[in-house]
Structure formats: structure tokens, C-alpha cells
């Protein structure tokens, strides 16, 4: 038992030892930083791209109608229909009904910590917790990271196969001049009288 995990050790060393794993484990290391600092630059990429867009970024959503009453969200107004999203600005009107409605002694408090559980805010607007929300800022935020990770990929991959190519180049350089010096400082051999 102990000379099967002596071999099995040895066989875990040689493989962690390698090359190959020590640089994958170093590249992945290296990708998670990176996939930081490209996020950072997106964000900071689509943040002057939106900025004509109220809520930059996060605002670029898209509410599908409510299809059924789980969806449709909470009546803000007396004889009110169910709000399933409604602009930020709306926030201290309809909070003020809520909390009066549940007979709360502070109204606003209480009725922004029940609209703020049942809702998000999505730029300068708040969509109900329960909608289907298509959001196109995660969407354009990812396809943007992806394409500078690709690019930034390629040119890496590029200039080591360069490097790789003008090394191998050069190591046959001078295996050829090695060969070539050793057929010359042969002595020739004379034809046997």
C-alpha cells in the first residue's frame, strides 16, 4: 500500500512539475487580474457611452408586459392599477401611500423599505422584483469584455509564436553553423595506397 502512494506521489510531482501545468495554473492567476481590469475599463467604456441614457448603464433594460398577477407588481394609488415599474422621482409619492395604507407611524420609511424589497432600481426606474427584465447593459457590458479579451488574447498568442519561431529559427542557425565548423575542421582523409 505504502510503495502505491509512493508512485502515486511521484506521479502527482512529475505532473505539477511540468511545465505545462505550472504555466496553466500561472496563466489562470494572471487572467483572473486581467478579467478585473478589463471589467473595470468596460464599465468605464460604456459609463461615457451612456451617458445620455438616464441611469448610464444600468438604465438599458427592457420590461416585458406582466402576463399574469405575480408579475404586475404593487398599487401604488388609490383605485390604482399594480405598478410593474415606475420612475425613481415617483419614490417618496408612492411610498408615502404605502406606508399610510399599512397604518405604519412613520409612512416613508416604511413604505420605501416595502418598495425597495419588492423592487429594483434599474437606472431611474424601478421594476418590479417578480418582472421579466431583459438587461441590455449585461449584455452590451459582456460582448465588449469578450472582444477585449479576444484582441488582447491574440496579440499574446501572436507575439509568442514569434518569439517561439525566431527562437526556433535561430537555434537551427546554429545547428546548421555547428555542423557546418565540425565538417571543416575535419582533417581530410588521404585515399589508402
Known amino acids: 500500500m505504502a510503495k502505491k502512494q509512493f508512485k502515486l506521489w511521484n506521479e502527482f510531482k512529475a505532473f505539477i512539475s511540468r511545465g505545462n501545468a505550472f504555466d496553466m495554473a500561472v496563466g489562470v492567476v494572471i487572467g483572473g487580474a486581467f478579467s478585473a481590469i478589463v471589467t473595470a475599463l468596460v464599465n468605464i467604456l460604456m459609463s461615457l457611452a451612456t451617458w445620455a ?3 448610464g ?6 420590461v416585458l408586459p406582466a402576463l399574469n398577477d405575480a408579475q404586475r407588481g404593487l ?4 383605485g390604482g392599477e399594480p405598478l410593474q415599474f415606475f420612475e425613481a422621482s415617483k419614490l417618496t409619492e408612492y411610498a408615502t401611500y404605502l406606508g399610510a395604507q399599512a397604518g405604519a407611524v412613520d ?7 416595502l418598495i425597495n424589497s419588492k423592487y429594483t432600481l434599474h437606472g ?3 421594476t418590479y422584483n417578480m418582472s421579466a427584465v431583459i438587461d441590455w447593459g449585461a449584455l452590451i457590458n459582456a ?15 501572436k507575439v509568442v509564436n514569434t518569439l517561439r519561431a525566431a527562437r526556433l529559427a535561430a537555434e537551427e542557425k546554429a545547428k546548421a553553423a555547428a555542423e557546418t565548423k565540425k565538417t571543416e575542421e575535419q582533417p581530410e582523409e588521404k585515399p589508402a595506397e
Open 53 to 55: 441614457v438616464p441611469g
Open 57 to 62: 448603464i444600468n438604465g438599458l433594460v427592457t
Open 75 to 78: 398599487v401604488m394609488a388609490a
Open 107 to 113: 409612512p416613508v420609511t416604511y413604505g420605501t423599505n
Open 124 to 126: 431611474t426606474t424601478y
Open 143 to 157: 460582448v465588449i469584455s469578450f472582444l477585449i479579451i479576444a484582441v488582447t488574447l491574440f496579440v499574446v498568442v
